[in-house]
């Protein structure tokens, strides 16, 4: 019982080491969700600096509007802190999993709605100048997919999807067009816009 015990407390005033093996890996014996559950406090994405580079680059090559920006599933802060870097200070950010990374690298706090939550149209009423997903939309089921892309299309026309392989891949009849995409070390920037 005092070993149960000290699990909670250790689970709580400290993140889970997470193990160093491939992430799929990881994702075949726990799950995504099981994965970001058990160690999504101390997540870091090895693919930062491809994420900021790519950032940086997308928002000069597309002139992109950071007024107000978005850094969905947020991680530990990749997005938000390549666009600090740049001068921008308006974001916002969502990940249920790995908020508690996001907080401690970014100072800020990050809400913890789920992708089903946002199908569900959680952030309506919401506006965004642009929304940056990194590393997760190919993560969702492609029955969920739609609806989420749907949900984003109503609170913003510029999508920023930031992914380690060529998914996902938004079809026109969801109501985005592919404008552009940038590679670095096989990490891709996909632009979007919503159909006017």
């Known amino acids: ?79 938000t802190l390549a666009l600090r870097s740049l001068g921008y200070q308006n974001i916002s950010g969502i990940d249920p999993f790995t908020y508690a990374a996001y907080r401690q ?16 149209g959680v952030l309506s009423g919401k506006n965004y100048s642009l929304i940056i997903c990194s590393f997760a939309l190919h993560l969702v089921s492609l029955s969920w997919l739609p609806l989420i892309i749907y949900q984003l299309s109503l609170i913003t026309s510029s999508l920023v999807i930031i992914t380690p392989n060529k998914t996902p891949n938004l079809k026109t009849e969801w109501g985005w067009i592919l404008l552009d995409e940038i590679a670095i070390n096989r990490v891709r920037a996909r632009l979007y816009q919503t159909e006017k």
């Open 105 to 120: 690298r970014t100072g800020n706090e990050a809400e913890t709605y789920s992708f089903e939550d946002i199908a569900d």
């Open 1 to 79: 019982m005092a070993h149960k015990s000290h699990k909670c407390v250790h689970k709580s005033t400290k993140p889970v080491a997470i193990p160093i093996r491939p992430i799929r890996q990881e994702y075949e014996q726990h799950s995504v969700r099981g994965f970001y559950e058990s160690f999504g406090a101390a997540y870091r994405n090895p693919h930062e600096g491809a994420i900021a580079k790519l950032v940086a680059l997308g928002i000069d090559r597309w002139e992109l509007n950071c007024d107000r920006v978005l850094d969905l599933a947020c991680g530990s802060g990749e997005v």
